[in-house]
C-alpha cells in the first residue's frame, strides 16, 4: 500500500505545479505578487489552514476589522496586535459567533495584547518553533474562514533586534518631532540623546533628563512618550515635566518641527502598499514577504503543516512582513495571563515611596 501523503507534500504539489503554469511567460513573471495571491493558488493553500482557522477570530473595534486573533488556550484565551485595539472590542469565530473581549494584559516592546472572552471548550493553535521555518520555506496567514488572508515565502530567518535593522516603531510621518532618543525608566521616559539643532535641543534638554509628562499626559515609557509626542503637529508647543539629577523637577517648553527627511525612510517602500502604523521595534522578528493587509496583523502564521511558527505583527514595507517567533509568544503567554503584564493606563501611578499626605505635592504642579 502507498503512504498518504502529509499535508504539507499535497501543498507542495500543488504549489509546485501552479509555479509552473505562472512562470510561463514574461508577463505572468512581472505580476508574481497578483498571481501568487490569486484565488486559484490561494485555494491551494486551504488545507495548511483548515485547522488553524478555527483558531483564528477575526477583532473588531467599534464595529471596525482591526486585527486578527489566535486562540491560546481553551477558555477565551486569545493573542493579537495590541496597538490596534481600541474602544468596544469583539472577536467573530469562523462558525459565526461573537464575544464581547476585555484586554487583561500587554506587551508593548512585542505589541501583543491578550484578550479574554466568556467561552469555553476552543481550539487552541498547534505551536512550532520558528527555526524550523527555513528561508525559502512557503508559509500562510490563516484567517476565520478557508482562505489564507495571504502566502509567502520565509525571506530572513528569526532574527534580534539591531538598531537600524527595522522600520521605526510608528508611521506618523507628518507628526511633530522633538528630537531625542529615549529609553524606560521606570514608569517614565530617560533621555539617553538629544539631536543637534532640534527643537529639544534648542529648548534645553539634556541627556539623562527623565521625562515624566507631556503637557497633561503621563508618559509611561519611552514608547508612551514617542505615541503622545505623535499626537501633535510640527510648531506645536508642548510642556514637558523633567526631573534632571537631583534637582526638582522642571518643565521646559518646546516647540515641535518637521521630521527631518533622513528620518522619512524610502517612499518607494510604501508604493502600493497600507503599511502597518507600529511596524519596527520588535525585540525579535521572523520576516515574510507575504502581502499581509494591516488589518490581518495579530493572526497566525503556519507552515504547510497548519503549525503556528509565528503570530504575523506587522506589515513593514512593500515585501516585508513581520510575525513574532512562535517560541517569544509562548514565552509571554504565562505572564500575560497571570496579570504580570497589565494592560497600562494613565491612572496608574509610578510607584513611590510613602510620604505624609501633608509633603505630597499636587499632581502635575
Same mark, same amino acid.
Given at each position: 500500500?502507498?503512504?498518504?501523503? !502529509?499535508?504539507?507534500? /499535497?501543498?507542495?504539489?500543488?504549489?509546485?505545479?501552479?509555479?509552473? &503554469?505562472?512562470?510561463?511567460?514574461?508577463?505572468?513573471?512581472?505580476? $508574481?505578487?497578483?498571481?501568487? $495571491?490569486?484565488?486559484?493558488?490561494?485555494?491551494?493553500?486551504?488545507?495548511?489552514?483548515?485547522?488553524?482557522?478555527?483558531?483564528?477570530?477575526?477583532?473588531?473595534?467599534?464595529?471596525?476589522?482591526?486585527?486578527?486573533?489566535?486562540?491560546?488556550?481553551?477558555?477565551?484565551?486569545?493573542?493579537?496586535?495590541?496597538?490596534?485595539?481600541?474602544? !468596544?472590542?469583539?472577536?467573530?469565530?469562523?462558525?459565526?459567533?461573537?464575544?464581547?473581549?476585555?484586554?487583561?494584559?500587554?506587551?508593548?516592546?512585542?505589541?501583543?495584547?491578550?484578550?479574554?472572552?466568556?467561552?469555553? *471548550?476552543?481550539?487552541?493553535?498547534?505551536?512550532?518553533?520558528? @527555526?524550523?521555518?527555513?528561508?525559502?520555506?512557503?508559509?500562510?496567514?490563516?484567517?476565520?474562514?478557508?482562505?489564507?488572508?495571504?502566502?509567502?515565502?520565509?525571506?530572513?530567518?528569526?532574527?534580534?533586534?539591531?538598531?537600524?535593522?527595522?522600520?521605526? %516603531?510608528?508611521?506618523?510621518?507628518?507628526?511633530?518631532?522633538?528630537?531625542?532618543?529615549?529609553?524606560? +525608566?521606570?514608569? +517614565?521616559?530617560?533621555? $539617553? =540623546?538629544?539631536?543637534? @539643532?532640534?527643537?529639544?535641543?534648542?529648548?534645553?534638554?539634556?541627556?539623562?533628563?527623565?521625562? !515624566?509628562?507631556?503637557?497633561?499626559? %503621563?508618559?509611561?515609557?519611552?514608547?508612551?512618550?514617542? $505615541?503622545?509626542?505623535?499626537?501633535?503637529?510640527? *510648531?506645536?508647543?508642548?510642556? &514637558? %515635566?523633567?526631573?534632571?539629577?537631583?534637582?526638582?523637577?522642571?518643565?521646559?517648553?518646546?516647540?515641535?518641527?518637521?521630521?527631518?527627511?533622513?528620518?522619512?525612510?524610502?517612499?518607494?517602500?510604501?508604493?502600493?502598499?497600507? &503599511?502597518?502604523?507600529?511596524?519596527?521595534?520588535?525585540?525579535?522578528?521572523? =520576516?515574510?514577504? !507575504?502581502?499581509?493587509?494591516? +488589518?490581518?496583523?495579530?493572526?497566525? &502564521?503556519?507552515?504547510?503543516?497548519?503549525?503556528?511558527?509565528?503570530?504575523?505583527?506587522? /506589515?513593514?514595507?512593500?515585501?516585508?512582513?513581520? +510575525?513574532?517567533?512562535?517560541?517569544?509568544?509562548?514565552?509571554?503567554?504565562?505572564?500575560?495571563?497571570?496579570?504580570?503584564?497589565?494592560?497600562?493606563?494613565?491612572?496608574?501611578?509610578? @510607584?513611590?515611596?510613602?510620604?505624609?499626605?501633608?509633603? /505630597?505635592?499636587?499632581?502635575?504642579?
Amino acid at each position: 500500500m502507498r503512504p498518504i501523503a !502529509t499535508v504539507s507534500q /499535497r501543498v507542495m504539489l500543488a504549489v509546485a505545479l501552479a509555479a509552473t &503554469l505562472i512562470w510561463a511567460g514574461p508577463i505572468q513573471a512581472q505580476q $508574481n505578487d497578483q498571481l501568487r $495571491n490569486s484565488p486559484k493558488i490561494v485555494k491551494l493553500f486551504r488545507p495548511a489552514v483548515a485547522k488553524t482557522s478555527e483558531s483564528t477570530v477575526r477583532v473588531v473595534c467599534d464595529g471596525k476589522d482591526a486585527a486578527l486573533g489566535a486562540v491560546i488556550g481553551p477558555d477565551g484565551w486569545i493573542i493579537t496586535k495590541a496597538s490596534e485595539l481600541r474602544g !468596544t472590542i469583539m472577536c467573530k469565530f469562523k462558525d459565526g459567533k461573537e464575544h464581547s473581549a476585555k484586554i487583561v494584559g500587554i506587551q508593548p516592546e512585542y505589541d501583543l495584547a491578550l484578550l479574554k472572552i466568556e467561552a469555553t *471548550g476552543l481550539k487552541a493553535v498547534e505551536w512550532r518553533d520558528s @527555526k524550523d521555518a527555513k528561508v525559502g520555506r512557503w508559509v500562510a496567514s490563516a484567517s476565520p474562514g478557508d482562505d489564507p488572508v495571504a502566502i509567502g515565502v520565509v525571506s530572513v530567518a528569526t532574527r534580534p533586534l539591531v538598531l537600524g535593522d527595522q522600520p521605526p %516603531k510608528n508611521l506618523a510621518l507628518d507628526s511633530g518631532y522633538l528630537g531625542v532618543g529615549l529609553e524606560d +525608566a521606570m514608569g +517614565a521616559a530617560k533621555v $539617553n =540623546q538629544v539631536e543637534p @539643532k532640534s527643537p529639544a535641543d534648542k529648548a534645553g534638554v539634556k541627556v539623562n533628563d527623565i521625562i !515624566t509628562r507631556i503637557n497633561d499626559k %503621563k508618559v509611561l515609557g519611552a514608547e508612551s512618550m514617542i $505615541n503622545t509626542i505623535q499626537k501633535y503637529r510640527p *510648531g506645536e508647543e508642548v510642556t &514637558l %515635566k523633567v526631573k534632571r539629577g537631583d534637582a526638582e523637577p522642571m518643565e521646559i517648553k518646546a516647540k515641535l518641527d518637521k521630521r527631518p527627511a533622513k528620518l522619512l525612510g524610502n517612499p518607494q517602500e510604501r508604493m502600493g502598499s497600507a &503599511l502597518s502604523n507600529r511596524r519596527g521595534g520588535f525585540p525579535k522578528i521572523l =520576516q515574510h514577504d !507575504t502581502i499581509i493587509k494591516p +488589518a490581518d496583523c495579530g493572526g497566525p &502564521l503556519v507552515d504547510l503543516d497548519g503549525k503556528v511558527v509565528g503570530i504575523n505583527i506587522a /506589515r513593514a514595507g512593500r515585501s516585508e512582513s513581520y +510575525a513574532i517567533p512562535s517560541e517569544s509568544v509562548r514565552e509571554l503567554l504565562l505572564p500575560l495571563m497571570s496579570g504580570m503584564l497589565p494592560p497600562p493606563s494613565d491612572e496608574i501611578e509610578v @510607584k513611590t515611596p510613602q510620604v505624609p499626605e501633608k509633603k /505630597r505635592e499636587p499632581d502635575g504642579k
